[in-house]
């Protein structure tokens, strides 16, 4: 099943990407959040290591278009998850170092659950480690069907640079 669930991520991943490229945007970033955490409700905790991989198309300088992919283990299930997020970097540089903020829309589908639909956005700094390296960290605010109140968190990211 996790296999099925890592290919089906794959093929979602290779659809973007043609679609994107197609509009004319290049493909810029590689990045692995290796750490989720969110709250909600104050009683429900749900960590993720590794959380998703993502791609980062960028628009110009400052925006990008930042289709996910991932595998998530929680409250004692696998879940594969797909979503995308619309990223504005402050100080330009193709996200590479700074503030930012990005909107995010998400899916999730686990075996015998129903389908859920996500929505909330990432505020956070970018450190560059090297020309081709950043170090991501965000707080994150998320609302939809899988949580009863808005959930907090935060996530840890590591960006990889291509095509420079």
């Known amino acids: 099943m996790r296999i099925q669930s890592m290919l089906a991520g794959a093929v979602l991943m ?5 679609t ?5 945007l290049k493909l810029e970033e590689i ?3 290796v750490a989720t955490v969110n709250l909600s409700g104050g ?8 959380s998703s991989a993502s791609a980062g198309f960028f628009f110009n300088e400052n925006m990008a278009l930042e289709p996910s992919v991932g595998m998530y ?13 619309l990223a504005y970097y402050f100080n330009g540089g193709h996200g590479k170092e700074g503030l930012f903020v990005a909107p995010t829309v998400e899916f999730f589908k686990a075996k015998d659950v129903d389908a859920s639909f996500n ?3 990432d505020v956070g700094y970018k450190v560059a480690m090297r020309d081709n390296m950043s170090v991501r960290l965000a707080g994150t605010v998320r609302d939809g069907d899988d949580y ?5 968190g935060a996530s840890l990211g590591f960006s990889f640079y291509i095509n420079k």
């Open 20 to 24: 994107v490229n197609a509009q004319g």
């Open 14 to 18: 290779l659809g973007v990407t043609t």
């Open 31 to 33: 990045r692995l959040n």
């Open 148 to 152: 009863n109140d808005i959930a907090f």
């Open 119 to 121: 929505y909330g956005g």
């Open 43 to 50: 009683t429900s905790v749900d960590l993720a290591f590794p």
């Open 73 to 85: 283990a929680v409250k004692g299930y696998n879940q594969f998850g797909a979503g995308a997020a």
